[in-house]
T-cell receptor, first 115, second 113 residues
């Protein structure tokens, strides 16, 4: 069974631009979560989507947004990029349930560099 | 202040040596997870501990959950270069039945041949 895939793997942008990252979950998984990983702050939760609805959100500014499609694929968008947005962005998928926590499986991440 | 404090931040050892990394908090948790992240990859779940005092073994890795469920340790016996990676502890924070993972900052382990 294929794992979580993320595209692109590497991305270089300049300040002020916007970027869209994509995540394809494991087949059959309906929940997708996004995390930001930086050397200074570690791994931080951005948001989670289940059945095309945002179910949970971390403490990030409104420049960070996401969406989920009917096939469970998800995208996250960062507008007006800042230098501090340089990070590894990880996507994790799980079966998804409204009544319990399910194990999350992580993709390899997208390395975003903002110049 | 981090909810989960991991120590040490960095550990470099020779192949065959033992090592222990720690994950501490002032909060009580119903469960705690350990992940390993290798360069260029996402974290991979190693174990979930749920009972105070619980000890779980995964080949040469031994995980312990503190009696009070506030801390955990990971011990590696006879480390091998393949054990190199970032070891992260994490807890599940639940809001309205939806859980999200909160991670510690991690311990970077380097095992040299």
């Amino acid at each position: 069974k294929a794992g979580v895939t993320q595209t692109p793997r590497y991305l270089i942008k300049t300040r002020g631009q916007q970027v869209t990252l994509s995540c394809s979950p494991i087949s059959g998984h309906r929940s997708v979560s996004w995390y930001q990983q930086t050397p200074g702050q570690g791994l931080q939760f951005l948001f989670e989507y289940f059945s095309e609805t945002q179910r949970n959100k971390g403490n990030f500014p409104g420049r960070f947004s996401g969406r989920q499609f009917s096939n469970s694929r998800s995208e996250m968008n960062v507008s007006t990029l800042e230098l501090g947005d340089s990070a590894l962005y990880l996507c994790a998928s799980s079966l998804g349930s409204s009544s319990s926590y399910n194990e999350q499986f992580f993709g390899p991440g997208t390395r975003l560099t903002v110049l | 202040t981090q909810l989960l404090e991991q120590s040490p931040q960095f550990l470099s050892i020779q192949e065959g040596e033992n090592l222990t990394v720690y994950c501490n908090s002032s909060s009580v948790f119903s469960s705690l997870q350990w992940y390993r992240q290798e360069p260029g990859e996402g974290p991979v779940l190693l174990v979930t501990v749920v009972t105070g005092g619980e000890v779980k073994k995964l080949k040469r890795l031994t995980f312990q959950f503190g009696d009070a469920r506030k801390d955990s340790s990971l011990h590696i016996t006879a480390a091998q270069p393949g054990d190199t990676g970032l070891y992260l502890c994490a807890v599940i924070m639940t809001t309205d039945s939806w859980g999200k993972l909160q991670f510690g900052a991690g311990t970077q382990v380097v095992v040299t041949p």
